[in-house]
């Protein structure tokens, strides 16, 4: 099989992996939106991950070595896992803007629900269902982030290196 050959192959397993998953994601979204009157935040970050991690692959599939392209067409495997890892960098990055770990004017800001103390149960389900972006724009952010966070594996992983508290340990190289 020749180069060229593989990179089409990749492609059109990249486009049904990631098609596929966000049919799901939209038919999920779709029926959270209209039957119980909820956007789930989470699942449009997932989401923005997975694309953002496709769109990733794709860019570098003309330089990847002939040996890991020849991989890539032989496995389906290998091929979900980054759009999938993307997903999940999403994930913890909308976990930093919740937690305000991750802050600053190009940021999103949410409005969370207030927690009693002690807190109850209630507390819980409230912050899953009522914590939104505070305006259109910081709703835009979160998604653009959450975009960048699938596309750039290495962003997420400096976040966190970078997180306050982390400035007493001895840096490794």
């Not at 570098?60 to 389906?76: D, F, G, H, N």
């Not at 959450?146 to 750039?152: E, H, P």
């Amino acid at each position: 099989m020749t180069r060229a050959e593989h990179i089409m192959r990749v492609t059109r397993r990249l486009i049904l992996m990631t098609s596929g998953v966000m049919v799901g994601l939209v038919s999920l979204f779709a029926a959270t939106l209209f039957l119980g009157d909820r956007f789930m935040v989470s699942w449009a970050c997932f989401g923005c991950g997975l694309l953002g991690g496709f769109i990733s692959i794709q860019q570098r599939l003309k330089k990847v070595a002939t040996a890991e392209l020849a991989l890539l067409s032989q496995s389906w495997f290998q091929i979900v896992l980054i759009p999938v890892y993307g997903g999940i960098f999403a994930l913890v990055l909308y976990v930093g803007f919740l937690s305000q770990i991750v802050t600053g004017s190009v940021f999103p800001q949410f409005a969370i629900p207030a927690f009693h103390s002690p807190p109850v149960t209630a507390d819980v389900k409230a912050f899953f269902q009522d914590t939104y972006p505070v305006s259109g724009v910081d709703m835009a952010k979160l998604l653009f982030w959450c975009l960048v966070a699938g596309f750039s594996e290495r962003f997420i992983p400096q976040i966190i290196s970078h997180v306050p508290g982390d400035a007493d340990k001895p840096e490794t190289r």
